[in-house]
């Protein structure tokens, strides 16, 4: 990894905790607060879970003489770091009404102008060049999950309130054609020397058969007609649990879809709206995502066939995380860093599917062809979407 | 029931709205919004579900041309009238952020406004009399609620935070001799002329064997002295499904007691206090209620024998709410109103147990010596206290 | 309490072992072993549990030098005696294939024979024939629950099997007519001297108010009529709970009811028969006997009112036990024994509906006015019926 | 696939049949009915299910005038074929009383006579072979389970009583040295002619990087190591499931370890029994075969390591499933076959880990380096073990 030079940090730094501050700026005050499922944690949660990173991993160990903020800000704003002490229960989150809004902020202010004061007088080491790069890398992780958790807030409200957010939900994709790759061997994992997570790394050789990759993501059009011939109604598109999931959920549609006057409308930040043809499919679960494929007579991409796509022209995708058919698991070599940072991606890899790609709420600087998303094949609420292969 | 002219009833009514008011005086914003357990309904609910009850119950039957403030409004503050159309899931009440808090208040004053319009020309009939009667107490119930559901929220926030209210919590109790109620016949229920509950209509006889009450309510020492004597480890002071619930949710000691230093605290709204060990013992569910009186040989009293006793000279208890050991069922012909306001008391007569006096954060106006509380036998979240008979 | 003269303690003791063991003719092996849901025992268990409570209340204590059969049984057997150690959880009895039937058989033997030794050289003392007549009393109790268990295993059979067994389960009624209680005080509770349960003791005087009780009990064809008035889908009638519980398990009939070509079937020991339209309604819960009293604008009668007017002439009905409106609380004085024995009645007091009469299933042994049952209101498995007052 | 001859595929049909019946030979009736937990089905249902398959895939479609043997044993034995009809919750399995277990015998004996009339005028034909061929290693699967699941029923009874079965639980494994596979490109995926299920076709390429595989499996004494350091209780071995997984289940141990007197003992078929330190440790879930190797610095082997390896000389092993780190996902290629039978592999393919191997309870006709067995993470009641790689 290059290490960048400390003014550089600085600047990142201050970049990435006055986005997350903007994307915040349409929210009233109770939005902060409510946490309608476990996975959507509270915005006020979000803030000071990022602000909490920076106090705990950088500014205690490092700043001589920081005091922190408040005590018990360590035991509510720790997401599962068992490193860390005790922590509150995740689907606790949404019952706690203090520290306020304005609590947060005045947090965030605290912990800027401590790591303001920490950066200038900062001299490059690698360690913590590390570990503030990962600091910008996982609060730009919160800023998509903030988005998505404020989405599912209002999205759930009876009176579906429209937010003004800069994220553009809802675009048309441009046309693409298939990139097929051919049969072979191999390089995937990141091979740069910028920054990316652990479990991107290790770089291997791996073997694929030839296979093509739809150049264009599954629309709204193409996933209705599944809808409409019946698709949620036969076992036999769906995997053993993804009917079950189904039935047991009474699920008849992608996340936040609506029948209003015949006609299908789904909730963006704009309010209700019709749903767009031709904009490709969003909130399915890999359950739908896989069921759909199979309907199609088609299958997802593993994971490695679609990096090596993407590697050979497939368009960067910036619309929809792509569900593919890999579950999440060590690249060979695997191993996580000591200490309570280690604790970041490994210990997830059991019963999650990679995403790749990005989506919508993305921030851009974190794109890469070899950053591996994972989720339950059940969950719905991020900006998830289909690619198909064959 | 004598009618009220209306000019007293528009000053009831004027007076039960600030009252609720000034209650939410010192809640930050997200005060109101959250709701830690089913029961304890966010603060935001209580002001926008009293509302609608006037809006719902008496503006639009009564007042011609009254527009409803919002269409999704009924949907969303309806608490359990069945009759009024489809109703927000109780445990979903916490993940509304909206509509906001500002959004409830104006609800509030667009109602009051109307209602004073209303008030102002009304000329008194019985049943609207009645009705406006039964929405000034309605609304007395729930700011009884919000106080104990306020309370709750903060109380299992990890800051312990205090917060400014007009409520005395714990005040030592001044000596009293018990009462005796020799064996008889007695007339219980209400039959005043003012306003009552349709569940304390129906006066009839009772037979009472001779019963003494105790003076006073338990005190923190003692009940303290049946805690640490193991009353919590030992099955045979407890109902079977009292030691079920001693088990499952580890209960050891009234809701809101934190061993700090090896001392009891407890939460109050000046924050953790030390206990009072004068003060009467609060926050217990009636299974401790029950289990601490056979522990010490004696019993609860029944509703009967409690009404009675207070009519012959038990003092006016304005403490706790005091459990007795009569369960919440239906007086000799008891009937319900018809419609929705019908749903009022009838439909909860199973599985819960009667309450009778008052606490500290019932109005003054609504304490009746035939008041009838009532609660399940778990819930330890009301300000209720142990009166033992023997 | 007369003391039977020992040989009579003897001859009862036989008695009842023989009968328990002839209600089982007609079982095979399997059905002995299943336990499909948790209120309904295998019979295996009923047999082994009423051999132990003599192996452990009688004869351990009592007769020097008395080996026990078998040193796990206790804790196979005991059912809720948390006096007597460890015990197994009540809703694993079904998971357990070992002991076998035949080794139960054997257990029961075994402690027959050396009861018998026993019986043969006891000289009567108060305290060991109550015991023992508690013993036969507990005994009948579970011959009911046998009864009722096996019902609910074949009963819920895919099979629909019929089962010879010794229980006249469905027989028209003669016509009886009402009978009136007239407003007085009236003595209540058991005041003979033979044997009662703990909690018929206590007689007391108690108040009534002028009521009538239906000579018969509610029929099959009447309940029909109020399911084909679509009762079972109209909030009104329901109290609360039980409007959850209708909807929660998407109750539409009584239990047993299966609607077979257009036309309702129940399931009896002869198997699928079609509904006796004259025949008392069986197997509805509380609420459903609630809710059906309040469609008809009457109401279930009090424990009290039920007794007072069995004495005065109600006939002696054993054909459904009769839901009262009345919780199961204690008697004036109630104190339970010391010991394991005191664990039988008293613990249960809290939020179960007293039921009076007997039924078809009661060994006609134990009919007592003053017998007092008591069920959950949601159970549907005993033979329950509904008798109205007004 | 070479075609067997008619008069092979009967005897292997007789074979298998008998054998199912020979495993069964030393339970007691109430064996074959209970359930105590999900996965373990009772061994009454495994007879009727595997006679189901025959009577339902082979004679129904097959043999002209067959005639079911019961109506309703579809219903009831039907596992999880969606495309046949309507089948009984697995949960509810254990508490089916009927059909008993002469009646599945008797079941038993007329589809094996009615097979048996089939094979006899059987000729050849692809298809037909292949699904008797298919029916015969589905009841080999069942075989194993049937062995599994009464060792789960007799291990969870308090007795824990032996059973003679012909099964050798626990013997030492000889010495053998470690198997190295070069990096590089192998294939994997069964490229022979006999029989193998759909989800091991599709014989492809696989890139690996040098590994070895210990020749041997871990121990119980190397295991012992493990939990006497601390493994359960320290979370840093433990993936984030794994981690809920213990912690809600409180594991302390493989599944059927029980401390007596200070040391550990294990429920075998000869009954309760000391722990042998040489033989390799069994019933572990994958969470902690995955903790362990993490803790020794390893990990898993990859399924494709594993077959590769076992290609190369890595002794055929018959005492322990495998786990891998491999998620059950489909091959390259991978396609059910049409209707019924088509459901057999291919829907479990979500959230389940693979093993590889075979156990002390697989037929040894199934064992093949290629086969692919699936569970869950958390699944202890298999005979599942763990061999390390680096």
Sequence with gaps: MILAPSDTLAASFQQVRTQTIQLCAGLETEDYVVQPMPDAS?????????????????????????????????????????TVGRRSLR????????????????????????????LTDFSPDDTLTNLITLGIEHERQHQELLVTDIKYTLGHNPLFPPLEIPVEEHTPQSAATPVTVAEGVYTVGYQGDGFCFDNEL??????????????????????????EAGGYEQFQHWLSDGWAWVNANRVRSPLYWHPVDGQWQHY????????????????????????????????????FEWETARLQGLPNTGQRWEWTG?????????????????????????????????SVATPPESIRPTYRNFFQPDKQWQYTGIRLAY
Tied chains: 1, 2, 3, 4.
């Design 91 to 118: 689907t606790q989150r949404g019952n706690l009404s203090r520290p306020t809004v304005a609590e947060v902020f005045r947090y965030r202010t605290y912990v800027d102008e401590q790591m303001d004061r920490f």
């Design 202 to 227: 290790g770089a291997h050789r791996t073997y694929l058969n030839t296979t093509t990759l739809s150049g264009t993501l599954v629309t709204n059009a193409e996933y209705l007609a599944f809808l």
């Design 268 to 303: 963006t930040f704009a309010g209700l709206q019709p749903i767009d043809p031709e904009a490709p499919v969003c909130h399915v679960s890999f359950y739908e995502a896989d069921a759909y494929a199979r309907w199609r007579g088609m299958r997802l991409p593993s994971e």
């Design 326 to 358: 890999s579950a999440y698991l060590p690249y060979p070599g695997f191993a996580t860093a000591p200490g309570a940072v280690g604790e970041y991606n490994g210990k997830f890899m059991s019963s999650q599917m990679v995403l790749r790609g990005a």
């Design 42 to 82: 509270p915005a006020k949660w979000h803030l000071g879970h990022t602000t909490w990173f920076w106090e705990t991993f950088v500014l205690q160990p490092n700043l001589p003489g920081y005091r922190v903020f408040h005590d018990e800000f360590s035991f509510v704003f720790n997401s599962y770091y068992e």
